[in-house]
């Protein structure tokens, strides 16, 4: 895990998806601890700017965090720091929702930091494969949700 940086630091995890839900659906996707375990995993509820965010995985993995920005329906960010990482491991996860001309969604989730966390790219690529999965089980809920 401390691998030495490259001289570029890894770019940030940048993933888009599009669903006929509307954006009231998909913030309450993102932040109804009930309906984040139907795609992702056990949240805590969300609180202000400022408040503690937990995301527990299950078997100790568990990242603690804090919420950044809060603005329903259209933004939701926390930092990310596992929870038996180093406090300098924090990197940021920010989701928005943009509404479509059609009634439905597109969620942008941007995961950044990395380079600034003292983290390598072979972790920046595993989370992201770990977002992508997730990514394609918000979107079968979302579809489900009707």
């Known amino acids: 895990m401390d691998e030495p940086l490259a001289d570029e630091p890894p770019e940030p995890i940048d993933l888009t998806i599009d669903t006929g839900a509307r954006p009231h659906r998909v913030w309450a996707a993102l932040t109804d601890p009930e309906l984040v ?14 408040d503690p965010y937990r995301l ?11 919420i950044t920005e809060l603005e329903p329906d259209h933004r ?3 930092t990310w720091t596992w929870a038996d990482a180093d406090a300098h491991e924090e990197t940021m996860v920010a ?3 943009t509404p ?3 009634g439905g969604s597109e ?7 990395w380079g600034e966390a ?5 972790i920046r690529d595993d989370h992201e494969g770990y977002w992508i999965g ?9 579809a489900e949700a009707g």
């Open 37 to 50: 375990s139907d795609w992702f995993t056990d949240a805590s509820p969300i609180g202000r700017v400022g």
């Open 56 to 66: 527990d995985f299950g078997e100790g993995s568990v990242i603690d965090g804090v």
């Open 76 to 78: 939701f960010a926390y």
């Open 95 to 97: 989701w928005t929702i």
């Open 100 to 102: 479509r001309e059609d």
């Open 107 to 113: 969620i942008r989730l941007v995961h950044d930091g």
């Open 118 to 122: 003292g983290l390598d790219t072979s």
């Open 134 to 142: 997730y990514l394609e089980d918000l979107t079968a809920v979302l």
